[in-house]
């Protein structure tokens, strides 16, 4: 849903008509804390954890059995339910 509100903070001024169906976007990754384990892992002196991170790696590079589409997990009734929770917030 696309709103003309005036943002609180009046960087923004209301957006002209014309420019009601352009999508403006910004990101910034500022390089936050990690708590995923496995996006960025170092050698260890425990070889149970090296084994573990070898381990996940080789399933990510060859996944097998276990490479799973997205609609299998997330199914068409899931998603659904998530965009209305979305639009509604």
């Known amino acids: 849903m696309v709103t003309n509100e005036r943002r609180t903070d ?3 001024p209301p957006l002209a008509d014309e420019e009601m169906s352009e999508i403006h976007v910004t990101t ?3 390089a936050a804390v990690n708590n995923n384990p ?3 892992w170092v050698y260890h002196h425990d070889p149970n954890y090296n084994k573990l991170m070898a ?3 080789a399933v990510m590079d060859s996944p ?3 490479d799973l589409e ?3 997990i997330l199914t068409d009734a899931m998603f659904c339910e ?3 929770d979305m ?3």
Request: hydrophobic residues 40%; glycine residues 12%.
């Open 70 to 72: 997205v609609g299998s």
């Open 82 to 84: 998530l965009k209305a």
């Open 38 to 40: 496995f996006e960025y």
């Open 28 to 30: 910034w990754n500022i």
């Open 87 to 89: 639009l509604e917030a």
């Open 64 to 66: 097998g059995e276990h």
């Open 55 to 57: 381990d996940v790696q």
């Open 10 to 12: 009046g960087v923004s």
